[in-house]
C-alpha cells in the first residue's frame, strides 16, 4: 500500500527539526480539530491565543475560551478540557514544555498524553510521532476509513484500528509518516466518506471493498 500512495502524492518527508507545529499548538489543535474542519480548527487555535499566554487561557472563564473556540464544534465541551489540560500539563512542566515526552518510552508518553482530558490516542501519536518521530501511528478517519475498505484490518473502532494497524507497520517513523499523510490525501481526495472515486483509486485492485461492490462501494459506517 505505502508503495502505491507513494507513487500517487510522492515522498512525505518527516523533518522534527522544522515540524508543521510546535508540540503544544500540534496538541491543543489537534483537540480543537476533533468533528471540525482545518479551517475552522486554524480559526479557532488562533482565537485561543488571542486570550493570551498558557496561564492566561487556564484563568480566563470557562465561557470565553469557549466562546474563543467556537468555530470548533462542541466548544462548550471543548473548552473545559483544554483547561484541564493546561493544568495538569503545567503540573509536570511549568514551562509547557513537552520535550520529556522525546525520552520516555513510547508506551509511557502514550499513557502521559491519554491521561489529559480531552486527548485519545490519536492525538497522542501525532504529537509523538509528527514532534518527536516516535514510532507510532496516528488512525484519524480516513486513516481507519481506507484501511477498513481495503481489508487490511476488519470492522472496528478507531481506537482497536490504532493497535491493529500499528502490529502489522514496521516500527519506522519516517515510514509511518509518510503512510499516514498520504493515507489522510488519498482519504480527502479519493476514497471518501460518501461515493468514493473507485475508478481513479490506485488501490481499487487489492480492496475488498472494490471487489464486492465495484464502482458503486457504499458510504463508510464503522457499524
Known sequence: MKEQLHAEYGARPLDTAHPRRAPMHELISTILSQRTTHEDEEAAYHELRMLGDWDAIIDAPVEQVAHAIRRSNYPESKAPRIQASLRQIREHAPDYQLDFLADLPVKEAL??????????????????????????????????????????????????????????????????????????????????????????????ERCDAYAIYGDRVPSFSVK
Not at 486513516?143 to 502489522?168: D, K, S, W
Not at 460518501?194 to 481499487?204: F, N
Open 111 to 204: 499513557k502521559w498524553l491519554t491521561a489529559l482530558p480531552g486527548v485519545g490516542v490519536k492525538t497522542a501519536s501525532l504529537v509523538l510521532l509528527f514532534n518527536y518521530a516516535r514510532p507510532v501511528f496516528p488512525v484519524d478517519t480516513h486513516v481507519h476509513r481506507i484501511n477498513t475498505r481495503v481489508g487490511t484490518i476488519p470492522r472496528m473502532g478507531e481506537q482497536a484500528a490504532h493497535r491493529a494497524l500499528l502490529a502489522l507497520l514496521p516500527p519506522d517513523p519516517p515510514f509511518l509518516y509518510e503512510l499516514h499523510k498520504n493515507l489522510l490525501r488519498h482519504g480527502q481526495q479519493v476514497c471518501q466518506w460518501t461515493r468514493p472515486k473507485c475508478r481513479v483509486c490506485v488501490l481499487r
